[in-house]
């Protein structure tokens, strides 16, 4: 498994480095948010460790950006422990925090056990199928039917794991006609989509409301 660290504070990225390498697993670590998307461009690594604070592009930033293009699981890092609450409501799309200072052990703790979530969600959801022309979608031994409106928005979700949709966007591939719809419409089948995926995995949101930009399937 390979670790990307994006950390300014070298001492501090040399010792996460040092602790995940003797964990098991390969780092590779950028020290500037500029150098961040290109160095994605030619490598996949398994899971991110993002600094908030960065010169060049921010942590922020990164985070949405890579969010809307990857799968890639992140754990951000902020010195600032009052920034939490807004940095998860803004569902930046990470996966999980660690406030400064922390332990190094913590930092190992935290990745092996988003991998290992990754892994299992990856393993168990694969057995979800489209049946196109039918409305149906099927899960393992289970069956669901439904509308065209429910399955077309399933259709765009599902070609773009882990990818933001906006409303917007969703309402321009489920309407092509161009008809003038409320965002209101698109909760409404979202919220009852949700209620027949439910039958499948009730502990788990296939579909997942991110505040302020629209939905991802997960």
């Not at 670790?3 to 500037?32: C, F, P």
Request: aromatic share 6%.
């Amino acid at each position: 498994m390979n670790v990307l660290i994006v950390e300014d504070e070298i001492k501090l990225a040399n010792v996460g480095r040092d602790y995940l390498t003797n964990a098991g697993y390969q780092v590779s670590m950028i020290h500037h948010g500029d150098e961040v998307m290109p160095w994605l461009v030619n490598n996949t690594p398994d899971i991110i460790v993002l600094d908030i604070m960065l010169p060049g592009t921010d942590g922020l930033t990164l985070c949405r950006e890579i969010s809307n293009r990857k799968k890639t699981p992140i754990i951000i890092t902020t010195a600032r422990i009052d920034e939490v609450d807004r940095l998860l409501g803004l569902e930046l799309g990470a996966d999980d925090y660690l406030c400064k200072p922390y332990s190094p052990r913590e930092l190992v703790a935290r990745v092996k056990a988003i991998l290992r979530r990754v892994s299992n969600e990856a393993a168990l959801f694969s057995e979800l199928k489209l049946i196109e022309n039918t409305n149906k979608v099927h899960y393992l031994d289970q069956q669901v039917e439904l509308t065209s409106v429910e399955f077309k928005l399933l259709t765009e979700l599902v070609k773009k794991p882990g990818v933001i949709l906006s409303r917007d966007h969703l309402m321009d591939h489920i309407y092509p006609d161009g008809r003038i719809v409320s965002d209101r419409t698109i909760d409404s089948h979202i919220k009852k989509l949700r209620k027949k995926l439910d039958t499948f995995q009730a502990d788990h949101d296939f579909i997942r409301s991110v505040y302020g930009s629209g939905y991802k399937y997960e």
